[in-house]
């Protein structure tokens, strides 16, 4: 049973750091690649960033370039999401998600597998 698990959300107020875990089970971690996508409120889900299966290659959305970074760690089966600076417009529930290969990293229907979410609260 593919599991898909965040954890590290929070409520913080803006300037200060949040780090997202999400950790993976019951498919070949290290064969997907993995994405954080986010979702406000009546708004759609978005990408926010993405790691290919090395984890080297790495995409950012315009909106977080700079303040976040996403990392993987393959023998530990975890996702990573570094958030600083953050901003009350980075208020959502935060989702990991894998995407079999090849990955479209920016297109939510090319996942195969989401997690749960976390909610990240950020206030002025």
């Known amino acids: 049973q593919v599991q898909l698990v965040e954890s590290g959300g929070g409520s913080v107020q803006a300037g200060g750091s949040l780090r997202l875990s999400c950790v993976a089970s019951?498919?070949?971690?290290?064969?997907?690649?993995m994405g954080w996508f986010r979702q406000a409120p009546g708004k759609e889900r978005e990408g926010v960033a993405g790691v290919w299966t090395g984890g080297v290659r790495t995409y950012y959305a315009d909106s977080v370039k700079g303040r976040f970074t996403i990392s993987r760690d393959n023998a530990k089966n975890t996702l990573y999401l570094q958030m600083n600076s953050l901003k009350p417009e980075d208020t959502a529930m935060y989702y990991c998600?894998?995407?079999?290969?090849?990955?479209?990293?920016?297109?939510?229907?090319?996942?195969?597998?989401w997690g749960q979410g976390t909610q990240v609260t950020v206030s002025s």
């Open positions: 998600a894998a995407a079999s290969v090849p990955c479209s990293i920016t297109t939510p229907a090319r996942y195969n597998y």
């Open positions: 019951g498919y070949t971690y290290s064969s997907y690649c």
